[in-house]
């Protein structure tokens, strides 16, 4: 079974960035993609950004151009760079593969507000 580990979110204010960090307990980025999700308040989860195997990205229209997904490799590590958050970036954001094969982490929370 593989653990994520999510960090890095906090308070911001519109307009302001964040950098997301998610740690895995094995190395299994050359075989599944992983991606980022995120739920707000009375929601369901929902996928924002995807990095393949291979490398390829894919995200939500809601976060295209704002949102890059990354890894590194030998941390066995997935980042999520969020520039110019808005309000409705308001939510608990996790990492799982692509789709979602493991019991999800604890996440970690991002809350927009002024």
């Known amino acids: 079974q593989v653990q994520f580990v999510e960090s890095g979110g906090g308070l911001v204010q519109p307009g302001g960035s964040l950098r997301l960090s998610c740690a895995a307990s094995a190395s299994i980025f050359s075989i599944y993609a992983m991606g980022w999700y995120r739920q707000a308040p009375g929601k369901q989860r929902e996928l924002v950004a995807v990095i393949f195997s291979g490398g390829g990205t894919n995200y939500a229209d809601s976060v295209k151009g704002r949102f890059t997904i990354s890894r590194d490799n030998a941390k066995n590590t997935v980042y999520l760079q969020m520039n110019s958050l808005k309000l409705e970036d308001t939510a608990v954001y996790y990492c799982?593969?692509?789709?979602?094969?493991?019991?999800w982490g604890q996440g970690t929370q991002v809350t927009v507000s002024s």
């Open positions: 799982n593969t692509g789709p979602p094969k493991y019991y």
